[in-house]
């Protein structure tokens, strides 16, 4: 890796998981976006993802999880069919150009989510139903695994869509969704061969720094509406690269 790159990548992911806690998220989209656009192979991309999306997640949920009253019941629901599906993703290795296009499509949740397209609902849209749960959970935590993320991208804006959780709620179901989702995703993954660049171990501390930063202002009602406006556009730009290239 060139020196310009590193100290590029030093400056982006923190910036990116401090974005990304601040909302309740671990982060894993933006670093699996910024590692593919600098070439790392999806054998060292999905780990490091993993890894940090562990610590960022678990940060943020800490964060939030003290400022609202928790849907246990809720979050069991979704969870219990999420875990083993994310562990059968990880074990599925995934080829480069394939990545690259999913990627492309799940980065597309985070635009929406950030530029909240996705409205808060008032009262329960869609009513909860077992088999609900059962879809949600599965497809989720499978796509989760297979990519390497935590899944709370794509499940925040619909807990939000179908009226499930206010927006703290969200935010901490969310991160207690990743940090568990990653933690599975990464025993899977663990047993495929990967080899992380030495620089990611020096990335990946400053990294969670910014996240430990982000949980702890997004918690307490810091509005940070212009750089998250611009981090949809950034993702948005690379959505379209990874789809489109």
Known sequence: MY?????????????????YASVGHGGASSYLMILTLFNF?????????????????????????????????????LIIFSIPAAYLGGSIKIETAS??????????????????IF???????????????????????????????GGGIILSPILLLFGWAGLKETSAISALFIFLNSIS????????????????????PITIIGGIAGAYFGAHRFNIKLLKYLLAVVLLIASTKFLFA
């Open 3 to 19: 020196e310009n790159t590193f100290w590029f990548l030093l400056f982006l992911m923190p910036l990116f998981a401090f974005l």
């Open 119 to 149: 409205p808060l609902s008032e009262k329960e849209v869609i009513k909860k139903r077992w088999w609900i749960f059962a879809i949600l959970g599965l497809s989720i935590g499978f796509v989760s695994g297979l990519i390497g993320i």
């Open 41 to 77: 192979a999806p054998e060292q991309i999905r780990p490091t993802a993993l890894i940090l999306n562990i610590f960022v997640s678990g940060i943020a949920f800490l964060s939030f999880r003290k400022v609202c009253e928790f849907p246990y019941k809720l979050f069991i629901s």
């Open 185 to 204: 995703g990464l025993a899977a993954s663990s047993q495929l061969p990967f080899d992380l660049d030495p620089q990611l171990y020096i990335l990946m």
């Open 99 to 116: 990545y690259k296009f999913i990627l492309g499509i799940l980065l597309l949740f985070p635009v929406l989510r950030l530029f909240n």
